[in-house]
Each structure stands twice: as structure tokens, then as C-alpha cells.
């Protein structure tokens, strides 16, 4: 099947009750027996519940795993993911992370013991320079969150798998429609579903995809000890949104490429980070390892902070709000925002500064976006 026939049909069509089309919404917390020890393959909605196992089977063939496993969302999956490990075991990541991302690893080093060091991976000499004998992980997230820096999946894979060490793959900006990190060498990937896989920006959620059964066996052990499973209706609410994942993908990158154009010709924007730009650092790399470019942007405005307020106070389609990958476009403020928790060190040395936006461009009509965005930055 190809990837857009998978979406709509891989894991539904199972009722055998009344034949539904859609897959029913199995909102229940436990399931009869028929008999002691004997049942219809569910027992209690923590362990596994059939609409979450559809959207799981749907999720782990569009990213060409073995076994996925749905939860509560993308930072419960992140969590998750971190179980695989234990104290003293040293994870290497992405330097200009999501800084949920770098939150939790900080409390996981507190509280956990875990040992974390962030390298710019674009420079693969410094991965391997930072591995240690402890290492287990690679954590990479590409395109990173707010700069949209791309890392290269197949290399740092092998780097991993040489020191014996898992990759893992933050793949929420890109989707499987436009990035398949399993079928470049990595072991686990990580999403939140909350974004473009669900959509329309009306549930939150998570999802971890393995390529090995040994790594599924565990992850499924884990989900059920942790108990962070997905609700079925979220669950439910996310398979519908995968069925149009591949035109939705299409119509952000459409409209990005054109947004990114826009502002890299005003004469008030600095810089735009966009990997579909031919002058973006990594635009090869990207197009080596993407099958398309994504809805996500940043750029950096002449005029420091005030500037950057008065353009996200002037917006009027574009929303000023946390997340992304909706249907709707939005705007945001990284420093402020969605890294306002990540260590200020850290976010000064990898360049989230006070006059970066992050749009997550949206399927509106792209003149209206365009004028929107043209209003206020002349505001
Ligand atoms: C790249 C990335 N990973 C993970 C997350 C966390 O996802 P959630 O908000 O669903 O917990 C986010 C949230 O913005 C993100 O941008």
C-alpha cells in the first residue's frame, strides 16, 4: 500500500460486530471474560484498548515500525522513551531541542540520575566526541524545535549503533508523511500527536514507534506499567486526522514555501530558517532524508524585542498560541513560549533569542496569510 492508502485503511475495518466502517470508539475501561483466562484478546483499557491498537497499527506501518504505542501525549511519550533507560546511563542530544524536551531530561538528571549532554549535531565529530562508555542513547530531533536545523538520521544512527547506543528520533515537525527515520537506521521514534498527525488542534497526545520486538516487547511492558496509555476517544479522535494527513501535509508546505519567500524579501526580517529554502544550511541534507519540507518556520526580526512583540500582538490570522501542526496558522514566541522553560544558558548558546518568531503556517488561503503577516510587520 502506498503511504496515503495506509493512512485511511491500515488498522481500522475491524468490527466484526456490525461491519462500521470507521472504527468504533471503544470507551470502556475493562472487558468480560468469556472464561477464566480466556478472553477476546482485551482485558483492561490501561494495557490495551482495540481503537487505541488501530491507531497504533496505523501509526507504526506509516513510519515502517514494528510495533507503536499510543499515549497520553508527546511528553508522555518522551518520558516513556526515557524508561528504556537507568540511572547513570548518559543520553546525547539535539542542542536546540523542544525545550519540554530539555525540561524533562533536566528533572530526569535530578531525579533519576541520567546524564545529558547536548552537542550541535551538525557536527558529527562532536558526537563522537561526547560519547562515554555509559552512553545508551542518541536523541536526535530533526528538524529541531524553533530553528529548524536538520541532523543527519543515517549518520547519527550508525554513530549510536557503533557504541552499542539506540537512536532515537523526535519526528513531530516533519510527520511520516514527509520523514521515516526507522527506514534511515534509527530505532525509536517519538511524536506528538497533538501536532500534525492529529491536526486540527483539538487533542493532545503522544505516540512511540520501534522498529525491533525487543524494543516493542519493552515498550509495551512499559506503557502498561506507567499507565499513560491514550484515551480511546483521543485515540479515536487522532485516527481520523491521520486519514487526511497526506493532503494536509502537501497544503502547509505549499503555503510555508511561499510564506518563507515573502519574508526573506522584507526589508524588516534578518533571517528566515526554513529548510525548504535553497539557502538554508541544510537544504541537501533535508532533501536527502525528507519527502517534503514541512509547515514549519522561524525568523528573526530587525528591531529586538519590540519589534517582535508588535508583530505578534498585530496578526490576525495567525494566532498567538502554543503548539502547531493544526490546520490553523499560528504564531509564537519561542523564548518567551515554548522554550520558556529550557535552561537560559542553553537557549542564548543554540540561538532561541528575544527576536525569533516560529509560525506554524497553516492550509488558509496563502494570500490571506501573506497579507496578514505583510500588516504586521508594517504595524
Ligand atoms: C518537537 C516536539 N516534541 C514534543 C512535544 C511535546 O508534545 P505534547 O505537547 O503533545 O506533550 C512538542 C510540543 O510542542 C514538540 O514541539
Known amino acids: 500500500m502506498q503511504?496515503?492508502?495506509?493512512?485511511?485503511?491500515a488498522g481500522v475495518n475491524k468490527d466484526t460486530a456490525y461491519n462500521s466502517i470507521i472504527t468504533p470508539i471503544y470507551q470502556t475501561s475493562t472487558f468480560r471474560f468469556d472464561d477464566i483466562g480466556k478472553t477476546k484478546?482485551?482485558?483492561?483499557?490501561?494495557?490495551?484498548?482495540?481503537?487505541?491498537?488501530?491507531?497504533?497499527?496505523n501509526i507504526a506501518q506509516l513510519e515502517s515500525g514494528t510495533c507503536a504505542r499510543v499515549i497520553a501525549s508527546g511528553m508522555a511519550a518522551i518520558a516513556a522513551t526515557l524508561h528504556f533507560f537507568k540511572?547513570?546511563?548518559?543520553?546525547?542530544?539535539?542542542?536546540?531541542?523542544?525545550?519540554?524536551?530539555?525540561?524533562?531530561?533536566?528533572?530526569?538528571?535530578?531525579?533519576?540520575?541520567?546524564?545529558?549532554?547536548?552537542?550541535?549535531?551538525?557536527?558529527?565529530?562532536?558526537?563522537?566526541?561526547?560519547?562515554?562508555?555509559?552512553?545508551?542513547?542518541?536523541?536526535?530531533?530533526?528538524?529541531?524545535?524553533p530553528l529548524l536545523n536538520i541532523y543527519d538520521i543515517r549518520a547519527i544512527s550508525e554513530i549510536a549503533h557503533?557504541?552499542?547506543?539506540?537512536?532515537?528520533?523526535?519526528?513531530?515537525f516533519l510527520s511520516p508523511v514527509n520523514?521515516?527515520?526507522?527506514?534511515f537506521g534509527a530505532d525509536i521514534v517519538v511524536h506528538s500527536t497533538t501536532k500534525?498527525?492529529?491536526?486540527?488542534?483539538?487533542?493532545?497526545?503522544?505516540?512511540?514507534?520501534?522498529?525491533?520486538?525487543?524494543?516493542?516487547?519493552?515498550?509495551?511492558?512499559?506503557?502498561?506499567?506507567?499507565?499513560?496509555?491514550?484515551?480511546?476517544f483521543d485515540a479515536w479522535l487522532v485516527l481520523r486526522g491521520i486519514k487526511t494527513l497526506v493532503p494536509r501535509m502537501k497544503a502547509h508546505e505549499e503555503n510555508a514555501i511561499a510564506v518563507a519567500r515573502f519574508l526573506e524579501k522584507h526589508p524588516d526580517v534578518l533571517k528566515v530558517n526554513y529548510p525548504g529554502l535553497e539557502n538554508h544550511p541544510q537544504h541537501e541534507l533535508a532533501k536527502k532524508q525528507q519527502y517534503?519540507?514541512?509547515?514549519?518556520?522561524?525568523?528573526e526580526v530587525k528591531g529586538g524585542i519590540d519589534k517582535a512583540n508588535n508583530i505578534l500582538r498585530?496578526?490576525?490570522?495567525?494566532?498567538?498560541?502554543?503548539?502547531?501542526?493544526?490546520?490553523?496558522?499560528?504564531?509564537?514566541?519561542?523564548?518567551?513560549?515554548?522554550?520558556?522553560?529550557?535552561?537560559?544558558?542553553?537557549?542564548?548558546?543554540?540561538?532561541?533569542?528575544?527576536?525569533?518568531?516560529?509560525?506554524?503556517?497553516?492550509?488558509?488561503?496563502?494570500?490571506?496569510?501573506?497579507?496578514?503577516?505583510?500588516?504586521?510587520?508594517?504595524?
Not at 207 to 216: D, F
Not at 326 to 343: R, Y
Open 3 to 9: 503511504l496515503q492508502t495506509k493512512t485511511i485503511h
Open 41 to 57: 484478546g482485551y482485558d483492561y483499557t490501561r494495557t490495551a484498548n482495540p481503537t487505541r491498537t488501530a491507531l497504533e497499527e
Open 87 to 145: 540511572t547513570g546511563d548518559h543520553i546525547i542530544s539535539t542542542n536546540d531541542c523542544y525545550g519540554g524536551t530539555e525540561r524533562l531530561f533536566r528533572l530526569y538528571a535530578e531525579i533519576f540520575g541520567f546524564q545529558i549532554s547536548y552537542v550541535d549535531m551538525n557536527n558529527l565529530d562532536d558526537i563522537k566526541k561526547a560519547v562515554k562508555t555509559n552512553t545508551k542513547a542518541i536523541w536526535i530531533e530533526t528538524p529541531s524545535n
Open 162 to 172: 557503533d557504541n552499542n547506543a539506540l537512536s532515537i528520533v523526535d519526528n513531530t
Open 179 to 183: 520523514q521515516r527515520p526507522l527506514e
Open 196 to 232: 500534525y498527525l492529529n491536526g486540527h488542534s483539538d487533542v493532545v497526545g503522544g505516540a512511540i514507534v520501534v522498529s525491533k520486538p525487543e524494543l516493542a516487547e519493552r515498550l509495551h511492558y512499559l506503557i502498561n506499567a506507567l499507565g499513560q496509555g491514550e484515551a480511546p
Open 292 to 299: 517534503g519540507f514541512g509547515g514549519m518556520l522561524s525568523f
Open 314 to 379: 498585530s496578526t490576525k490570522l495567525f494566532s498567538l498560541a502554543e503548539s502547531l501542526g493544526g490546520i490553523e496558522s499560528l504564531i509564537c514566541h519561542p523564548a518567551t513560549m515554548t522554550h520558556a522553560s529550557m535552561d537560559k544558558a542553553l537557549k542564548e548558546k543554540v540561538g532561541i533569542n528575544e527576536r525569533l518568531i516560529r509560525l506554524s503556517v497553516g492550509i488558509e488561503d496563502v494570500n490571506d496569510l501573506i497579507k496578514d503577516l505583510e500588516y504586521a510587520l508594517n504595524a
